[in-house]
């Protein structure tokens, strides 16, 4: 008894925890997983043989050691693996199905549907990859709330999503976007979205400063947070006009370009995604619009996620070496209909050559972003063409590392630092005593090398264990 409670105080000092009095024993509910190594990305420390104990969905105590005794099939030997806080993909439209276009009245147009089986799968191959948590910016409002509704109920098994509805945009776009026009239309969107439960109103490229504008007011008004996709408006004027988070490596306004610059940017008059490469190849990084803009996106402390992975794909979209990568883990009626809708159709061998060469540029983007203090997320564009659920997420995590961050930092960003933008950061993103049990397990240190979150092996999502590899088996 004298040397427990001496090998209690020794635990105590090593990890610094408050409540040290002596614990009283675990409810006989609670599950030990002991054996593994610990990884706290908010204060950056690696706790060896550690152990964690989980009741109703929530983590009761952490420590080093054999943990306390519990009934013998209540204690899980992990085997040395690690144990991190779950993901966050701040930008998965888990509910987005296949893209096809409707012809009426002689006119096409483009309708996005929603559909349970491939809801599912993303959902479950979300969390088999070990995420937890996701933001989804934008899909039609009744697919969305139903997903919450069949997560919660545990109909469906997938990440907790904060969701935003139908984005708002100039011309609307079935099962994706709802067209606005004046201040009456915007305040209609938003608050029939709110009405449904949606955290988030997604802003889109084609609205003017005015709609921007008015869409967050409304979303203040309801109490919603605001993402936009802008590529007119600049992300320095987003910023002024009080929006929350910003996505997309896009931030292709003329406004951010030197003078001289801005008058060969050809800019809306390129299609097919070619404005994204024309614009990294006029940009200075080191001129003032930009140094301006980076400056004012750390001060507003906006969010930024970059969504690397599907712009990668789109660069690389004549390479199966990196467009296909992990594509085993998409949907086969995703994938086929990616045959006909992706961003870089009618692309030249010249398209591919002059995008990846901006490539480097945006990497360095990325890292001044970082180095300036911009809250910055791991995104990944899910439903978008080629972007594989989960797997994604520790691509987009390597691509961060590969740009020149240090993989605690990259690691706070999938976690903590995604937590307090989504305004859970009391409940998710940290292995700590009261947070929600939410935990990823890898076979190699991903504080080391952020490559190694692809060994994954298992996950905790609200307390209920799940393995990687049975979540993945069961994909159609
Ligand atoms: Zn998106």
Redesign the pocket.
């Known amino acids: 008894m004298l040397f427990a409670r001496l090998r209690a105080l020794a635990t105590c000092a090593l990890l610094a925890l408050s409540a040290c009095a002596t614990p009283p024993p675990p409810p006989a509910d609670a599950d030990l997983y002991v054996n593994m190594t610990l990884l706290d990305p908010a204060t950056q420390t690696r706790t060896a043989n550690g152990y964690i104990l989980v009741s109703q969905g929530r983590i009761l105590a952490v420590g080093r050691g054999e943990g306390p005794e519990v009934a013998a099939e209540r204690r899980h030997d992990m085997g040395g693996a690690y144990a991190l806080p779950g993901l966050i993909d701040t ?1 998965a ?1 888990v509910t987005l199905g296949r893209l096809s276009v409707r012809v009426e009245d002689g006119r096409a147009a483009l309708v996005a549907a929603s559909e349970d089986e491939i809801t599912e799968h993303n959902a479950r191959l979300l969390v088999a990859m070990g995420v937890t948590t996701i933001r989804n ?2 899909g039609a409002t009744d697919a969305n709330a139903r997903y919450a509704r069949r997560v919660a109920s545990g109909e469906l098994i997938g990440p907790t999503a904060l969701a935003a509805g139908e984005i708002l945009d100039a011309t609307p776009f079935e099962g994706l976007a709802i067209g606005v026009t004046d201040d009456a239309s915007i305040e209609a969107a938003v608050a029939y979205q709110a009405e449904a439960g949606m955290q988030y109103v997604k802003l889109y490229h084609l609205l003017t400063e005015a709609q921007i504008e008015a869409g967050t007011a409304a979303a203040r008004r309801h109490r919603m947070r605001t993402i936009i ?1 802008t590529s007119g408006v600049s992300w320095e004027r987003a910023s002024a006009l009080g929006i929350d988070s910003i ?1 997309h490596a896009m931030p292709i306004s003329p406004d951010l370009l030197t003078p001289e610059n801005r008058a060969r940017y050809q800019g809306p008059e390129l299609t097919g995604g070619k404005a994204f490469y024309q614009w990294w190849e006029l940009v200075d990084l080191d001129g003032p619009e930009m140094r301006s803009m980076i400056a004012e996106l750390a001060r507003r402390r906006v969010t930024i996620d970059l969504t690397l992975v599907v712009f990668q794909k789109q660069f690389w979209g004549d390479d199966p070496s990196v467009r296909d990568h992990f594509i085993e883990y998409t949907h086969p009626g995703m994938r086929e209909n990616w045959r006909t809708f992706r961003f870089d159709i009618g692309w030249t061998q010249d398209d591919y050559t002059r995008a990846r060469a901006v490539w480097p540029k945006i990497m360095r983007f990325a890292r001044m972003l970082y180095e300036a203090g911009v809250p910055l997320t791991i995104g990944t ?1 899910l439903a ?1 063409p080629f972007v594989a659920p989960g797997a994604d997420v520790h691509t987009e995590m390597r691509l961060y590392q590969d740009a020149g961050i240090p993989s605690w930092a990259v690691l706070r960003m999938a976690t903590n630092n995604a937590a307090e933008t989504l305004g859970l950061d009391e409940s998710i993103g940290r292995l700590s005593p009261g947070y929600e049990a939410d935990i990823v397990f890898t076979l190699a240190d991903p504080s080391r090398d952020v490559a190694n979150i692809e060994n994954v092996s298992g996950v905790l999502l609200n307390g209920v264990r799940y393995e990687t590899r049975g979540l993945i088996v069961g994909r159609p």
Do not use: Q
Request: proline share 12%.
């Open positions: 930008h439209h910016p934008g996709h996505v564009d978008n």
